[in-house]
């Protein structure tokens, strides 16, 4: 069974930086693509940002694009999500999901962490 945890979360202020982990547990990291996801009260989930199994490559949704950074360490079966410029808009909830291929169906959620941009 897929399992994943993210960790790395809390509260930050305006500008400045967090990185999230996911850390998979059960199954080879690097057969799958990561994305990151991130949710609101009253809000759909949102898709941020995805990195491939294979070479790798990365994408970016346009509110996070040039501000966050996602990475993979496929020896340690993890993945990053560095996150600088910090807008309070940026605040939710923020999940790691496995999927066969980015923008595809997700395989596994992870639990979620908590990120708070406030002053």
């Known amino acids: 069974q897929v399992q994943l945890k993210e960790s790395g979360g809390g509260l930050v202020q305006p500008g400045g930086s967090l990185r999230l982990s996911c850390a998979a547990s059960r199954f080879a990291l690097d057969y799958y693509a990561i994305g990151w996801f991130r949710q609101t009260p009253g809000k759909d989930r949102e898709g941020i940002s995805c990195?491939?199994?294979?070479?790798?490559?990365?994408f970016y949704s346009d509110s996070v694009k040039g501000r966050f950074t996602i990475s993979r360490d496929n020896r340690k079966n993890m993945v990053y999500l560095q996150m600088n410029s910090l807008k309070a808009e940026d605040t939710a909830v923020y999940y790691c999901a496995a999927q066969a291929v980015c923008q595809g169906p997700v395989a596994a959620w992870g639990q979620g962490t908590q990120v708070t941009v406030s002053s």
């Open positions: 990195i491939t199994g294979s070479r790798p490559d990365t």
